[in-house]
């Protein structure tokens, strides 16, 4: 079992910034893999990013690509979404999850209850 709890959502003007963190616990971190979905209103949900069990390798969506950062903190079970260049259309829920293989979306298996971000024009 892993629990897994998200904060650093809010309301951020286009183009600004925000840190997402999930901090993790339950199962020994490094031993999983890492990942940020999202779901806005009426659309699927979205895989965003993901890192690899050791933060060495990293996942990203076309759509995110060269804004969104994904890392991990091993030492204090936390990973995090460091997202600029903010767009409304990345106004979300954004969820974060473990998983088995980072780059593989269907793997994984624990979330989070998610964090808003909105962002205004």
């Known amino acids: 079992q892993v629990q897994l709890v998200e904060s650093g959502g809010g309301l951020v003007q286009a183009g600004g910034s925000l840190r997402l963190s999930c901090a993790a616990s339950g199962r020994t971190f490094s031993s999983y893999s890492m990942g940020w979905f999202r779901q806005a209103p009426g659309k699927e949900r979205e895989y965003v990013a993901g890192?690899?069990?050791?933060?060495?390798?990293?996942y990203y969506a076309d759509s995110v690509k060269g804004r969104f950062t994904i890392s991990r903190d091993n030492a204090k079970n936390t990973t995090y979404l460091q997202m600029s260049g903010l767009k409304p259309e990345d106004t979300a829920v954004y969820y974060c999850?473990?998983?088995?293989?980072?780059?593989?979306?269907?793997?994984?298996?624990?979330w989070g209850q998610g964090t808003q971000v909105t962002v205004s024009l």
């Open positions: 999850a473990s998983g088995d293989v980072y780059f593989y979306s269907h793997t994984y298996s624990y």
């Open positions: 890192i690899s069990r050791s933060g060495s390798s990293t």
